[in-house]
């Protein structure tokens, strides 16, 4: 066919669309013949125009397309659809090909209206107008504090846990001498900033004052303040096992690893934490591989809480004797099995909070301030409330103007005090003056926070982006 199609003058494609149309009716009969051959011959006319000199006019393009469009528009409805699309496409290019070469012509210019600026832009320009102490103040107002919603969901659900965990405490060991559980932390202090992710569960151990004795860091040979040991006494009079925690004894000296891993086993393995996934309406795991005894909680449930988010407690194992208050934090004793920590944090929180009784002053909104700061900045989230605190208790030995006029201004001052102790890489405890706060920050760290917040001095804004 194709040697006969060439003798004829015709062109091998002809031949075989010719060769199609002539067995269409055998297979799909005459309607469907006729269908097939409407859309054949829009091809090939198609085909037939492409292969045409460029100098023809264009209006016989457009002549030639607007043919093919009466001709789809015989056909049936589907046909109509399959073709109508790729023709649309022809009759538009061989349009915008004949608009080209006409000019174009120019809109009339529509008259410019004085209307007043759009409420956003008159936000924006009301935001550029403002103070720093109106900046400052809204940063406290919108980023710092927690809804009273958020923080009741979260007590609460601590408070459902931690009534988990003291009963099943006493029904797997009901001997352990242990006083009663309670929620400590931020959390519960108002000084909980940014969102509500966190609490401490205290975990009280009855101790004998006549049988354990503590002992401070200064006179251990460890030489940390806050590092101190409690010792076993009068073992000659009363033997190990006269107390429960003798179990517990490492070279005379109560361990405060095996005290964590007995605690540990019962409360973070023991527990059948997801059958009470219904009962707290919250799912609760234990976290695995940390050297803190903590548990993430995971959907709280409430109407405007974010079901979403993340609540971490830790467990807290405490020895009160005398007017020492020792914790099992191995996550910064280390590797030391028989040290206890002790916190100073309630004594620098009530401290706080009785200098601003006494003079209504500011220091605690200003303590918010700096740590929701330093946790929304990547290069200041390794200062913590600790820091922070000390900061301000020793501003308050030489400052006394805490009033809310000058919030803006203490703000500062504890920027610059800030620099000073990043300075010296010195930061006393005030407590405990012997201990530097900033001793285990590396000069990398020290350098890449004196830098920003040397940059906050000139420009304090950068801080509350």
Request: aromatic share 8%; proline share 5%.
């Amino acid at each position: 066919m194709y040697y006969s199609g060439k003798r004829r003058g015709e062109d091998g494609i002809a031949v075989v669309i010719d060769f199609l149309l002539s067995n269409a009716r055998l297979v799909l009969g005459v309607g469907g013949a006729a269908v097939l051959g409407i859309a054949t011959l829009a091809v090939k006319r198609l085909i037939e125009r492409a292969g045409r000199p460029p100098d023809e006019k264009p209006d016989k393009k457009m002549t030639d397309s607007w043919e093919e469009l009466s001709l789809v528009s015989a056909s049936p409805k589907l046909l109509h659809k399959g073709i109508e699309g790729v023709v649309m496409k022809q009759i538009a290019a061989a349009t915008k090909k004949a608009e080209l070469s006409q000019p174009i012509p120019l809109p009339s210019p529509e008259p410019q209206r004085c209307d007043a600026d759009p409420p956003q832009r008159r936000k924006r320009m009301d935001l550029c107008v403002m103070t720093f102490v109106d900046r400052l103040q809204q940063y406290y107002r919108t980023r710092v504090c927690l809804s009273a919603e958020e923080v009741s969901v979260a007590q609460q659900r601590a408070l459902d846990i931690a009534t988990e965990i003291q009963a099943f405490l006493h029904f797997k060991h009901p001997s352990m001498p242990l006083g009663d559980m309670m929620l400590a932390g931020s959390l519960l202090d108002n000084l909980q900033v940014v969102k509500a992710d966190h609490a401490c569960l205290i975990v009280p151990l009855q101790l004998e004052s006549s049988l354990w004795t503590p002992i401070a860091g200064e006179d251990t040979f460890l030489g940390h303040p806050q590092y101190c040991m409690v010792r076993r006494e009068n073992l000659e009079y009363y033997p190990r096992g006269r107390s429960y925690w003798d179990r517990h004894l490492l070279g005379g000296y109560l361990s405060s690893r095996l005290v964590s891993e007995q605690l540990g086993k019962t409360v973070m393995e023991s527990m059948n934490w997801p059958s009470l996934t219904g009962t707290l309406e919250c799912e609760v795991r234990p976290v695995l591989g940390s050297p803190e005894l903590k548990l993430e909680i995971q959907g709280l449930t409430q109407s405007s809480y974010d079901s979403g988010k993340r609540f971490y407690m830790t467990v807290l194992p405490t020895v009160r004797l005398g007017e020492m208050t020792l914790t099992a934090q191995r996550e910064i004793t280390g590797s030391f099995d028989y040290v206890w920590y002790q916190s100073l944090y309630t004594s620098e929180t009530a401290r706080i909070a009785d200098l601003d009784k006494a003079d209504s002053g500011v220091r605690r909104k200003c303590l918010k301030t700096l740590k929701a700061v330093c946790c929304n900045c990547p290069s200041l989230r390794k200062l913590n409330g600790s820091h922070l605190g000390n900061v301000i208790l020793h501003m308050s030995e030489n400052e006394t103007d805490w009033t809310e006029s000058a919030f803006a201004d203490r703000f500062l001052q504890a920027i610059t005090e800030l620099i000073g102790y990043l300075e010296t890489g010195i930061l006393p405890s005030y407590f405990k003056p012997n201990v530097n706060l900033f001793q285990g920050f590396t000069e990398d760290d020290i350098d890449e926070m004196g830098f920003m917040l040397y940059c906050a001095v000139t420009e304090p804004e950068i801080l509350l982006i």
